[in-house]
């Protein structure tokens, strides 16, 4: 569907979205106080195409988005040479940018891996987030660590030749990387240059509980970018599971993290993740069972709590 960037929020209810995030000259010369560079993780707006995604993320004030080309992502891996320029070319047409990427990347073995990363930096984008590992069932636990130390460093180097930057997200659980340790052993001989963590706080408060701020002073050479999302243990159906929540109602401490941040003078690339219900946009979903505006409106009030807590912090 191809309309105007004027009808288009006209009809999304967005118009007067952009007005609603804190304009850079409130924050004042210091350095730390320059707001978040925030990109909208393209999977809760799969359900709308390139340009209308370019303009939404415009509207609302986002410096981008971090655009999924990955299996049931905006775009395909095997499409990534003919899909990916058109989507480059739409969403700078609707006044937004694409330098951050998430994928499925995991073996320079892999010729549709080559092909992304080939493509991805021929089209400029400048960050991408790997796919995650799992602990090889035949090795023991640092015979894993070592497997994939040896792939990441193999990354780090097609990385280097076609100057993009490749990150490995700390993700609660059981696959690689859950504990921030697992992350620093598989990054100790990557080219610190082109291959790093993409530190996600909310996974590493629900591994790590109150020694969270450990993991992000040990990784501190190594975070490329970030990613922010908030959670809350609670009860479903009896048992205690996490809980996803909009940003500031949960368990993340932003203010202590943001004041980590900047103490240790990082000020990384953002990719904003909604997982909590907004009627399948938060899963990924091509078609969702709420109307846009909901979604829409917490994007907004995310990007706006955001950059409050980073003034504040």
Not at 42 to 68: M, P
Request: with cysteine.
């Amino acid at each position: 569907m191809s309309i105007s960037r004027r009808k288009f929020i006209k009809n999304t209810g967005v118009s007067t979205m952009g007005a609603s995030v804190l304009p850079f000259h409130i924050f004042g010369q210091n350095p730390s106080h320059k707001p978040l560079n925030i990109h909208l993780f393209s999977k809760h707006v799969q359900f709308l195409n390139f340009k209308e995604a370019g303009q939404i993320a415009a509207e609302l004030g986002f410096a981008g988005l971090d655009l999924t080309i990955r299996p049931k992502g905006h775009i395909l891996p095997k499409n990534v040479k003919t899909d990916l320029p058109t989507a480059i070319k739409e969403i700078k047409e609707a006044g937004s940018t694409c330098e951050m990427m998430t994928t499925a990347i995991s073996d320079i073995a892999n010729p549709l891996d080559i092909e992304v990363i080939q493509s991805a930096a021929t089209a400029g984008i400048k960050f991408y987030r790997s796919n995650w590992f799992k602990f090889k069932e035949d090795r023991t636990f640092e015979e894993s660590l070592d497997f994939y130390k040896m792939k990441v460093r193999q990354l780090g180097e097609l990385n280097k030749a076609h100057n993009i930057i490749g990150c490995y997200q700390n993700h609660s659980g059981l696959k690689v990387g859950a504990s921030v340790w697992e992350l620093k052993k598989i990054l100790e001989s990557v080219n610190p240059d082109f291959f790093g963590a993409q530190y996600d706080i909310r996974h590493a408060v629900a591994e790590g509980g109150r020694s969270w701020s450990n993991g992000v002073k040990l990784l501190k050479d190594q975070i490329k970018t970030i990613v922010l999302k908030d959670f809350k243990w609670g009860l479903v159906n009896g048992k205690w599971r996490i809980v996803n929540v909009p940003i500031g109602e949960g368990m993340v401490d932003f203010k202590a993290y943001f004041k980590l941040l900047k103490k240790l003078g990082l000020h990384p690339p953002v990719s904003l993740h909604l997982e909590y219900p907004l009627g399948g946009a938060e899963k990924g979903k091509f078609e969702i069972t709420v109307d846009k505006k909901v979604v829409f409106d917490a994007m907004r009030n995310d990007l706006r709590t955001i950059q409050k807590l980073w003034k504040e912090a």
